[in-house]
T-cell receptor, first 119, second 109 residues
Framework: GAVVSQHPSRVICKSGTSVKIECRSL??????MFWYRQFPKQSLMLMAT?????????EQGVEKDKFLINHASLTLSTLTVTSAHPEDSSFYIC???????????????FGPGTRLTVL | TQLLEQSPQFLSIQEGENLTVYCNSS?????LQWYRQEPGEGPVLLVT?????EVKKLKRLTFQFGDARKDSSLHITAAQPGDTGLYLC?????????FGGGTRLMVKP
């Protein structure tokens, strides 16, 4: 199956600093990537849809100026958490759509996640 | 807004027992995917069901997509401790995934 990587896997930062998380599709090109946030013992919540070469589409309630998304190439999307606060501490997961090769539906493949802790 | 209700939320069973997880919605999905997630890791795709009434088997796991493509079930036969984890269903509409709330399964030896 398709492989998606994330870096870093874990990051601890001070309140007020910015943190960048990278999401890469390793063996396929992804025109669309997604960013999710998952709080402990909860399911995944979609934050935004990242489209290569265009602006990201944010879900309701997600501040676009706080969570900056850049999808500069077909294999890389980045999420920057600006002026991080303790309430931004969470597990951030990206996914990428792999081409289905003629199948009826494309499949999202997920990265391993990034654990962000803001002190 | 499309919602997926997943049940049960938690399930603790003994090794060897059978179980079923349900995923229900009032919306129609083009496909539905089941994932399993370990703590501190991303979800791993188990199966994608596309056709109404479709049944797929993956070893001891049986996945079914409802005829109307609004609901799905995951049945595990003779559960093993290695099946412990968070199971997530996700409905696909226009390449956007809507996740159910998840079922946290614990299989005791």
């Amino acid at each position: 199956g398709a492989v998606v990587s994330q870096h870093p896997s874990r990051v601890i930062c001070k309140s007020g600093t910015s943190v960048k998380i990278e999401c890469r599709s390793l063996d396929f090109q992804a025109t669309t990537m997604f960013w999710y946030r998952q709080f402990p013992k909860q399911s995944l919540m979609l934050m935004a849809t990242s489209n290569e070469g265009s602006k990201a589409t944010y879900e309701q309630g997600v501040e676009k100026d706080k969570f900056l998304i850049n999808h500069a190439s077909l294999t890389l999307s980045t999420l920057t958490v600006t002026s991080a606060h303790p309430e931004d501490s969470s597990f951030y997961i990206c996914s990428a759509i792999a081409p289905s090769g003629g199948a009826r539906t494309d499949t999202q493949y997920f990265g391993p996640g990034t654990r962000l802790t803001v002190l | 807004t499309q919602l997926l209700e997943q049940s049960p939320q938690f399930l603790s069973i003994q090794e060897g027992e059978n179980l079923t997880v349900y995923c229900n919605s009032s919306s129609v999905f083009s496909s539905l995917q089941w994932y399993r997630q370990e703590p501190g890791e991303g979800p791993v795709l188990l199966v994608t069901v596309v056709t109404g009434g479709e049944v797929k088997k993956l070893k001891r796991l049986t996945f079914q997509f409802g005829d109307a493509r609004k609901d799905s079930s995951l049945h595990i036969t003779a559960a093993q401790p290695g099946d412990t984890g968070l199971y997530l269903c996700a409905g696909n509409a226009g390449n956007m995934l809507t996740f159910g709330g998840g079922t946290r399964l614990m299989v005791k030896p």
